[in-house]
């Protein structure tokens, strides 16, 4: 059985940076491509950023670039997402997610991965 578990999330004020970790079992994502979405209170889910495979590209949401960085550790068949200078807006809940197949355009598309993490809880607030 597949599991994605994501842990990190957390209070933490306006400017500060929070280090989100999201580990895979019951299969290996090396060749998949990784991402996360968020979802604030009352708001429809959106992209915030995903990694290809073999030296895939990177992706990012306009509203994240130059803030946050996504990377993985294929040996731990983890992704990871940094995120820095935190603002209010950043507050949602983060869920990493994964792809059954080895495509890996549109990326920032929601319907195109096949795997989900229960969520992580991420509150940016003075």
């Known amino acids: 059985q597949v599991q994605l578990v994501e842990a990190g999330g957390g209070l933490v004020q306006p400017g500060g940076s929070l280090r989100l970790s999201c580990a895979a079992s019951?299969?290996?994502?090396?060749?998949?491509?990784m991402g996360w979405f968020r979802q604030a209170p009352g708001k429809e889910p959106e992209f915030v950023a995903a990694?290809?495979?073999?030296?895939?590209?990177?992706y990012y949401a306009d509203s994240v670039k130059g803030r946050f960085t996504i990377s993985r550790d294929n040996a731990k068949n983890t992704v990871y997402l940094q995120m820095n200078s935190l603002k209010p807006e950043d507050t949602a809940v983060y869920y990493c997610a994964a792809r059954a197949s080895s495509a890996q355009s549109y990326a920032s598309s929601i319907q195109s991965y096949d795997y989900w993490g229960q969520g992580t809880q991420v509150t940016v607030s003075s």
């Open positions: 019951g299969r290996t994502f090396s060749r998949s491509v």
């Open positions: 990694r290809g495979w073999g030296g895939g590209d990177t």
